[in-house]
Protein backbone atom coordinates (compact mmCIF):
# COMPACT_ATOMS: atom_id res chain seq x y z
CA UNK A 1 0.00 0.00 0.00
CA UNK A 2 1.16 3.40 -0.39
CA UNK A 3 1.02 6.48 1.85
CA UNK A 4 -0.74 9.23 1.81
CA UNK A 5 1.54 12.55 0.70
CA UNK A 6 0.57 14.31 4.07
CA UNK A 7 0.80 12.75 7.47
CA UNK A 8 -1.55 10.77 9.09
CA UNK A 9 -2.37 10.66 12.51
CA UNK A 10 0.09 8.44 14.21
CA UNK A 11 -1.38 6.37 17.14
CA UNK A 12 -3.88 5.71 14.06
CA UNK A 13 -0.75 3.90 12.04
CA UNK A 14 0.11 2.32 14.86
CA UNK A 15 -2.82 0.63 15.44
CA UNK A 16 -2.91 -2.60 15.66
CA UNK A 17 -4.07 -4.49 12.90
CA UNK A 18 -7.58 -6.95 13.69
CA UNK A 19 -5.90 -10.07 13.18
CA UNK A 20 -9.01 -11.93 12.67
CA UNK A 21 -9.88 -10.12 9.67
CA UNK A 22 -6.48 -10.54 8.79
CA UNK A 23 -6.39 -13.94 8.72
CA UNK A 24 -9.55 -13.98 6.45
CA UNK A 25 -8.23 -11.81 3.87
CA UNK A 26 -4.82 -13.70 3.89
CA UNK A 27 -6.76 -16.76 2.64
CA UNK A 28 -10.26 -15.04 0.97
CA UNK A 29 -8.17 -15.66 -2.22
CA UNK A 30 -7.77 -19.35 -2.33
CA UNK A 31 -10.03 -21.02 -4.80
CA UNK A 32 -13.07 -22.81 -3.47
CA UNK A 33 -12.06 -22.28 0.35
CA UNK A 34 -14.95 -23.22 2.57
CA UNK A 35 -14.65 -20.29 5.09
CA UNK A 36 -16.01 -22.27 8.78
CA UNK A 37 -14.87 -18.56 10.25
CA UNK A 38 -17.61 -15.90 9.99
CA UNK A 39 -19.55 -14.66 13.35
CA UNK A 40 -22.51 -13.80 11.03
CA UNK A 41 -26.02 -16.01 11.66
CA UNK A 42 -27.01 -18.15 8.58
CA UNK A 43 -30.30 -17.03 8.73
CA UNK A 44 -32.40 -13.82 7.32
CA UNK A 45 -33.37 -11.29 9.03
CA UNK A 46 -36.92 -12.24 10.53
CA UNK A 47 -40.19 -10.95 7.69
CA UNK A 48 -41.88 -8.38 10.34
CA UNK A 49 -38.64 -6.83 10.64
CA UNK A 50 -38.46 -6.57 7.33
CA UNK A 51 -42.10 -4.86 7.11
CA UNK A 52 -41.67 -2.83 9.75
CA UNK A 53 -38.07 -1.13 8.35
CA UNK A 54 -39.98 -1.51 5.08
CA UNK A 55 -42.67 0.78 6.55
CA UNK A 56 -40.63 3.49 8.02
CA UNK A 57 -38.83 4.28 4.92
CA UNK A 58 -42.23 4.59 2.82
CA UNK A 59 -43.35 7.02 6.06
CA UNK A 60 -40.28 8.85 5.69
CA UNK A 61 -38.83 8.07 8.96
CA UNK A 62 -35.73 9.62 7.34
CA UNK A 63 -35.14 12.60 9.57
CA UNK A 64 -32.72 13.77 12.64
CA UNK A 65 -34.75 11.18 15.86
CA UNK A 66 -33.67 11.71 19.00
CA UNK A 67 -29.63 11.36 19.86
CA UNK A 68 -30.42 8.92 22.78
CA UNK A 69 -32.46 6.49 20.65
CA UNK A 70 -36.51 7.27 19.70
CA UNK A 71 -38.23 6.88 22.95
CA UNK A 72 -39.97 4.04 21.47
CA UNK A 73 -37.47 2.20 20.74
CA UNK A 74 -35.66 2.88 24.12
CA UNK A 75 -38.98 1.42 25.79
CA UNK A 76 -38.85 -1.88 23.98
CA UNK A 77 -35.37 -2.49 24.94
CA UNK A 78 -36.08 -2.00 28.66
CA UNK A 79 -39.17 -4.54 28.14
CA UNK A 80 -37.11 -6.59 26.18
CA UNK A 81 -34.16 -6.83 29.26
CA UNK A 82 -37.18 -7.14 32.07
CA UNK A 83 -39.04 -10.03 29.53
CA UNK A 84 -35.45 -11.80 28.90
CA UNK A 85 -33.36 -11.29 31.59
CA UNK A 86 -35.28 -10.03 34.55
CA UNK A 87 -33.46 -6.33 34.45
CA UNK A 88 -35.11 -3.59 35.97
CA UNK A 89 -33.93 -0.09 35.06
CA UNK A 90 -36.10 2.64 35.72
CA UNK A 91 -36.47 4.51 32.63
CA UNK A 92 -35.92 5.19 28.77
CA UNK A 93 -32.55 7.68 30.42
CA UNK A 94 -31.12 4.30 31.58
CA UNK A 95 -30.95 3.08 27.48
CA UNK A 96 -28.63 4.39 24.56
CA UNK A 97 -29.09 3.03 21.41
CA UNK A 98 -26.16 2.77 19.22
CA UNK A 99 -24.76 1.41 16.12
CA UNK A 100 -24.59 -2.36 17.40
CA UNK A 101 -22.14 -2.91 19.90
CA UNK A 102 -19.01 -1.75 18.15
CA UNK A 103 -20.30 2.02 18.43
CA UNK A 104 -20.89 1.39 22.44
CA UNK A 105 -17.68 -0.27 23.21
CA UNK A 106 -15.94 3.29 21.78
CA UNK A 107 -18.69 5.48 23.28
CA UNK A 108 -17.96 3.62 27.15
CA UNK A 109 -14.16 3.14 26.78
CA UNK A 110 -14.02 6.73 25.91
CA UNK A 111 -16.51 7.54 28.56
CA UNK A 112 -14.61 5.41 31.58
CA UNK A 113 -11.09 5.89 30.53
CA UNK A 114 -8.77 9.00 30.46
CA UNK A 115 -5.64 8.48 28.34
CA UNK A 116 -3.40 5.34 29.91
CA UNK A 117 -6.42 3.86 32.33
CA UNK A 118 -6.35 -0.05 32.11
CA UNK A 119 -8.95 -2.20 31.09
CA UNK A 120 -9.16 -6.01 32.37
CA UNK A 121 -10.01 -8.14 29.71
CA UNK A 122 -10.04 -11.94 29.55
CA UNK A 123 -8.21 -13.17 27.07
CA UNK A 124 -8.82 -15.36 24.03
CA UNK A 125 -11.47 -11.77 23.31
CA UNK A 126 -13.06 -10.96 20.43
CA UNK A 127 -10.35 -8.89 18.47
CA UNK A 128 -12.04 -5.73 17.55
CA UNK A 129 -11.81 -4.77 21.27
CA UNK A 130 -8.24 -3.94 20.86
CA UNK A 131 -8.72 -1.55 18.56
CA UNK A 132 -11.54 0.28 19.86
CA UNK A 133 -9.56 0.41 23.66
CA UNK A 134 -6.82 2.33 22.02
CA UNK A 135 -8.02 4.74 20.28
CA UNK A 136 -9.74 5.76 23.50
CA UNK A 137 -6.60 5.76 24.84
CA UNK A 138 -7.19 3.04 27.13
CA UNK A 139 -4.64 0.02 28.22
CA UNK A 140 -5.28 -3.28 28.26
CA UNK A 141 -4.19 -5.42 30.75
CA UNK A 142 -4.57 -8.90 29.59
CA UNK A 143 -5.23 -11.68 32.09
CA UNK A 144 -4.43 -15.17 30.20
CA UNK A 145 -7.49 -17.77 31.07
CA UNK A 146 -6.39 -20.85 29.41
CA UNK A 147 -5.95 -22.74 32.68
CA UNK A 148 -8.99 -21.40 34.50
CA UNK A 149 -11.57 -22.93 32.05
CA UNK A 150 -11.34 -20.18 29.58
CA UNK A 151 -13.39 -18.05 32.92
CA UNK A 152 -12.02 -15.08 35.21
CA UNK A 153 -12.06 -16.17 38.52
CA UNK A 154 -11.75 -13.37 41.45
CA UNK A 155 -8.47 -14.48 42.47
CA UNK A 156 -7.05 -14.26 38.47
CA UNK A 157 -8.63 -10.32 39.47
CA UNK A 158 -7.20 -9.67 42.38
CA UNK A 159 -3.85 -10.98 40.78
CA UNK A 160 -4.13 -8.65 37.54
CA UNK A 161 -5.27 -5.40 39.77
CA UNK A 162 -2.46 -6.68 42.34
CA UNK A 163 0.81 -6.88 39.63
CA UNK A 164 -0.95 -4.24 36.34
CA UNK A 165 1.28 -1.08 36.27
CA UNK A 166 -1.49 1.49 34.98
CA UNK A 167 -4.91 2.23 37.33
CA UNK A 168 -7.25 -0.46 35.98
CA UNK A 169 -10.89 1.35 35.84
CA UNK A 170 -12.94 -1.47 34.52
CA UNK A 171 -13.27 -4.87 33.44
CA UNK A 172 -14.37 -5.98 30.07
CA UNK A 173 -16.91 -9.27 30.12
CA UNK A 174 -18.02 -10.98 27.33
CA UNK A 175 -20.16 -14.13 28.02
CA UNK A 176 -21.51 -16.30 26.27
CA UNK A 177 -17.53 -15.46 24.86
CA UNK A 178 -16.74 -15.06 21.38
CA UNK A 179 -14.31 -17.25 20.69
CA UNK A 180 -14.41 -20.02 23.09
CA UNK A 181 -18.33 -19.84 23.58
CA UNK A 182 -17.84 -20.42 27.57
CA UNK A 183 -20.43 -18.45 29.54
CA UNK A 184 -20.42 -18.27 33.27
CA UNK A 185 -22.98 -19.58 35.98
CA UNK A 186 -25.35 -17.02 38.29
CA UNK A 187 -22.86 -18.63 40.85
CA UNK A 188 -19.60 -17.20 38.98
CA UNK A 189 -20.83 -13.95 38.11
CA UNK A 190 -22.05 -13.07 41.65
CA UNK A 191 -18.52 -14.24 42.81
CA UNK A 192 -16.94 -12.00 40.23
CA UNK A 193 -19.79 -9.28 41.29
CA UNK A 194 -18.41 -8.80 44.77
CA UNK A 195 -14.96 -8.89 43.77
CA UNK A 196 -15.30 -5.92 41.54
CA UNK A 197 -17.26 -3.81 44.00
CA UNK A 198 -14.46 -4.67 46.23
CA UNK A 199 -12.11 -3.41 43.50
CA UNK A 200 -14.13 -0.49 42.73
CA UNK A 201 -13.56 -1.05 39.15
CA UNK A 202 -16.55 -0.51 36.15
CA UNK A 203 -17.60 -3.61 34.46
CA UNK A 204 -18.42 -3.75 30.71
CA UNK A 205 -20.82 -6.55 29.93
CA UNK A 206 -20.95 -7.12 25.92
CA UNK A 207 -23.69 -9.78 26.18
CA UNK A 208 -24.39 -9.85 22.82
CA UNK A 209 -24.69 -13.54 22.66
CA UNK A 210 -26.82 -13.81 25.45
CA UNK A 211 -29.77 -15.18 23.28
CA UNK A 212 -27.91 -18.19 22.19
CA UNK A 213 -27.36 -20.32 25.43
CA UNK A 214 -28.25 -24.03 25.08
CA UNK A 215 -27.72 -25.85 28.67
CA UNK A 216 -28.59 -22.49 30.84
CA UNK A 217 -30.10 -19.66 31.18
CA UNK A 218 -27.73 -16.33 30.77
CA UNK A 219 -27.60 -14.34 33.74
CA UNK A 220 -26.79 -10.79 33.38
CA UNK A 221 -24.59 -8.55 35.96
CA UNK A 222 -26.52 -5.91 35.69
CA UNK A 223 -28.91 -7.60 37.99
CA UNK A 224 -26.27 -7.56 40.34
CA UNK A 225 -24.26 -3.99 40.07
CA UNK A 226 -26.86 -1.71 38.20
CA UNK A 227 -24.90 1.44 39.42
CA UNK A 228 -21.31 0.22 38.41
CA UNK A 229 -22.00 -1.84 35.15
CA UNK A 230 -22.58 -1.29 31.71
CA UNK A 231 -24.82 -3.97 30.26
CA UNK A 232 -24.09 -4.01 26.11
CA UNK A 233 -26.29 -6.09 23.92
CA UNK A 234 -28.08 -5.98 20.49
CA UNK A 235 -29.53 -7.56 17.42
CA UNK A 236 -27.22 -8.79 15.12
CA UNK A 237 -26.60 -12.15 16.58
CA UNK A 238 -30.13 -12.91 18.16
CA UNK A 239 -32.28 -11.76 15.77
CA UNK A 240 -29.86 -12.29 12.56
CA UNK A 241 -29.54 -8.58 11.82
CA UNK A 242 -25.85 -7.72 11.62
CA UNK A 243 -26.61 -5.25 8.85
CA UNK A 244 -28.65 -3.49 10.67
CA UNK A 245 -25.88 -2.29 13.18
CA UNK A 246 -28.50 -1.83 16.06
CA UNK A 247 -26.93 -1.87 19.56
CA UNK A 248 -27.40 -0.96 23.19
CA UNK A 249 -26.26 0.29 26.47
CA UNK A 250 -27.87 0.10 29.64
CA UNK A 251 -26.87 1.66 33.08
CA UNK A 252 -27.24 3.92 35.85
CA UNK A 253 -28.97 7.31 34.42
CA UNK A 254 -26.16 8.92 35.92
CA UNK A 255 -23.67 7.34 33.67
CA UNK A 256 -25.48 6.64 31.25
CA UNK A 257 -25.76 10.60 30.76
CA UNK A 258 -22.21 10.74 29.66
CA UNK A 259 -22.16 7.93 27.57
CA UNK A 260 -24.54 9.82 25.66
CA UNK A 261 -22.18 12.56 25.24
CA UNK A 262 -20.01 10.63 23.21
CA UNK A 263 -22.52 8.29 21.18
CA UNK A 264 -23.91 11.67 20.20
CA UNK A 265 -20.99 13.16 19.27
CA UNK A 266 -19.65 9.87 17.48
CA UNK A 267 -22.73 9.70 15.52
CA UNK A 268 -25.18 11.65 16.06
CA UNK A 269 -28.16 8.63 16.39
CA UNK A 270 -29.07 5.21 14.86
CA UNK A 271 -30.97 5.77 11.63
CA UNK A 272 -34.53 6.18 12.12
CA UNK A 273 -36.54 3.63 10.02
CA UNK A 274 -33.92 0.86 11.81
CA UNK A 275 -34.78 1.72 14.80
CA UNK A 276 -38.62 1.05 14.00
CA UNK A 277 -37.96 -2.00 12.89
CA UNK A 278 -35.67 -2.98 16.19
CA UNK A 279 -38.97 -1.81 17.82
CA UNK A 280 -40.48 -5.01 16.07
CA UNK A 281 -37.85 -6.96 16.63
CA UNK A 282 -37.43 -6.54 20.02
CA UNK A 283 -41.64 -7.34 20.49
CA UNK A 284 -40.58 -10.85 18.97
CA UNK A 285 -40.77 -13.61 22.01
CA UNK A 286 -38.25 -15.98 22.49
CA UNK A 287 -40.31 -18.67 20.66
CA UNK A 288 -40.52 -17.07 17.44
CA UNK A 289 -37.31 -16.97 17.45
CA UNK A 290 -36.24 -20.66 18.86
CA UNK A 291 -35.95 -22.06 15.51
CA UNK A 292 -32.48 -19.97 15.18
CA UNK A 293 -31.40 -21.34 18.46
CA UNK A 294 -32.52 -24.76 17.89
CA UNK A 295 -30.73 -25.17 14.54
CA UNK A 296 -27.52 -23.71 16.19
CA UNK A 297 -27.92 -26.29 18.80
CA UNK A 298 -28.24 -29.23 16.33
CA UNK A 299 -25.56 -27.71 14.10
CA UNK A 300 -23.02 -27.22 17.57
CA UNK A 301 -23.76 -30.90 18.03
CA UNK A 302 -22.55 -31.94 14.60
CA UNK A 303 -19.86 -29.64 14.50
CA UNK A 304 -18.34 -30.64 17.57
CA UNK A 305 -18.90 -34.91 17.13
CA UNK A 306 -16.79 -33.91 13.67
CA UNK A 307 -14.02 -32.41 15.51
CA UNK A 308 -13.85 -34.74 18.23
CA UNK A 309 -13.74 -37.52 16.25
CA UNK A 310 -10.77 -36.06 14.33
CA UNK A 311 -8.60 -35.99 17.91
CA UNK A 312 -9.58 -32.84 19.03
CA UNK A 313 -10.24 -31.34 22.07
CA UNK A 314 -13.34 -29.29 22.43
CA UNK A 315 -14.03 -26.60 25.13
CA UNK A 316 -17.40 -27.38 26.16
CA UNK A 317 -19.44 -25.20 24.18
CA UNK A 318 -22.22 -23.66 26.19
CA UNK A 319 -23.22 -20.81 23.86
CA UNK A 320 -22.47 -18.43 20.98
CA UNK A 321 -21.81 -19.97 17.80
CA UNK A 322 -18.12 -21.11 18.54
CA UNK A 323 -16.15 -24.28 18.97
CA UNK A 324 -13.08 -23.56 20.69
CA UNK A 325 -10.81 -26.47 19.75
CA UNK A 326 -7.05 -27.72 20.83
CA UNK A 327 -5.41 -29.51 17.41
CA UNK A 328 -4.41 -33.03 18.35
CA UNK A 329 -0.83 -33.10 19.18
CA UNK A 330 0.02 -34.59 16.00
CA UNK A 331 -0.22 -31.35 14.46
CA UNK A 332 2.33 -29.71 16.86
CA UNK A 333 1.55 -26.44 18.45
CA UNK A 334 1.32 -23.57 16.21
CA UNK A 335 -2.05 -22.90 15.74
CA UNK A 336 -1.13 -20.24 13.00
CA UNK A 337 0.75 -22.48 11.30
CA UNK A 338 -2.34 -25.23 11.36
CA UNK A 339 -5.24 -22.95 10.02
CA UNK A 340 -2.88 -21.88 7.41
CA UNK A 341 -1.85 -25.04 5.63
CA UNK A 342 -5.65 -26.27 6.84
CA UNK A 343 -6.31 -23.25 4.36
CA UNK A 344 -4.27 -24.26 1.53
CA UNK A 345 -3.70 -27.45 1.53
CA UNK A 346 -7.84 -28.11 3.12
CA UNK A 347 -9.35 -25.39 1.91
CA UNK A 348 -10.82 -24.61 4.69
CA UNK A 349 -10.78 -21.83 6.83
CA UNK A 350 -10.79 -21.47 10.59
CA UNK A 351 -9.34 -18.72 12.55
CA UNK A 352 -6.03 -19.46 14.99
CA UNK A 353 -6.08 -18.33 18.39
CA UNK A 354 -3.28 -15.93 18.21
CA UNK A 355 -6.03 -13.79 16.83
CA UNK A 356 -7.83 -13.35 19.99
CA UNK A 357 -4.96 -13.26 22.39
CA UNK A 358 -1.61 -11.35 23.23
CA UNK A 359 -0.52 -14.82 25.07
CA UNK A 360 2.03 -16.80 22.67
CA UNK A 361 2.54 -19.39 25.13
CA UNK A 362 -1.06 -20.79 24.56
CA UNK A 363 -1.44 -21.48 21.22
CA UNK A 364 -2.62 -24.27 20.16
CA UNK A 365 -6.34 -23.98 19.48
CA UNK A 366 -9.02 -22.75 16.56
CA UNK A 367 -11.85 -21.08 16.35
CA UNK A 368 -14.83 -23.05 14.30
CA UNK A 369 -17.97 -20.61 13.79
CA UNK A 370 -21.11 -23.31 13.38
CA UNK A 371 -23.27 -20.09 12.18
CA UNK A 372 -21.98 -21.62 8.82
CA UNK A 373 -25.32 -23.35 6.91
CA UNK A 374 -25.43 -27.03 7.64
CA UNK A 375 -24.53 -27.45 3.78
CA UNK A 376 -21.52 -25.31 4.71
CA UNK A 377 -20.28 -27.02 8.03
CA UNK A 378 -20.98 -31.03 6.18
CA UNK A 379 -18.77 -29.74 2.79
CA UNK A 380 -16.21 -28.08 5.81
CA UNK A 381 -15.78 -31.12 8.00
CA UNK A 382 -15.57 -33.34 5.22
CA UNK A 383 -12.84 -31.34 3.69
CA UNK A 384 -11.06 -30.89 7.36
CA UNK A 385 -11.79 -35.23 7.86
CA UNK A 386 -9.78 -35.38 4.59
CA UNK A 387 -6.80 -33.25 4.75
CA UNK A 388 -6.04 -34.33 8.83
CA UNK A 389 -6.56 -37.85 7.27
CA UNK A 390 -4.19 -37.18 4.69
CA UNK A 391 -1.65 -35.37 6.72
CA UNK A 392 -1.04 -37.67 9.33
N1 LIG B 1 -19.07 -8.40 20.48
C1 LIG B 1 -18.70 -9.66 20.20
C2 LIG B 1 -18.20 -10.51 21.29
C3 LIG B 1 -18.79 -10.14 18.89
O1 LIG B 1 -18.42 -11.39 18.63
C4 LIG B 1 -19.26 -9.29 17.86
C5 LIG B 1 -19.34 -9.76 16.46
O2 LIG B 1 -18.82 -10.77 16.08
C6 LIG B 1 -19.63 -7.99 18.20
C7 LIG B 1 -19.53 -7.57 19.52
C8 LIG B 1 -20.13 -7.00 17.18
O3 LIG B 1 -21.45 -6.70 17.44
P1 LIG B 1 -22.26 -5.62 16.60
O4 LIG B 1 -22.65 -6.26 15.31
O5 LIG B 1 -23.44 -5.34 17.47
O6 LIG B 1 -21.39 -4.44 16.42
Known sequence: ?????????????????????????????????????????????????????????????????NSQGEPAVRQAVLDYMKDRYDLDYPGIE????????????????????????????????????????????????????????????????????????????????????????VTYTEAEITALAACFKKHGIWVISDEIYSELTYEQEHFSIGKLLPEQSLVVNGLSKSHAMTGYRLGFILGSADVIQYVQKVHGSLTYSAPTFIEDGAVAALKMSRQDLQYMTDSYEERRDFSRQALEELGFDVVDPEGAFYLFAKIPADFGTDGWAFAEKLAHEGKVAVIPRAAFSHFEDANQYIRISYAASQEQLTEGFAKLKAYVEKAR
Open 1 to 65: MTEPVLPINREVKDLEADKLLGFQMSVAGIEGITFLTFGEPGFDTPTVVKEATKAAIDGNRSHYG
Open 94 to 181: NVVITLGVTEAMQAIFKTLLQRGDGLLIPEPAYGSYFASLSLAGGVAVSVDTTNNGFKLTPALVDEAVAKATVPVRAVLLNYPSNPTG
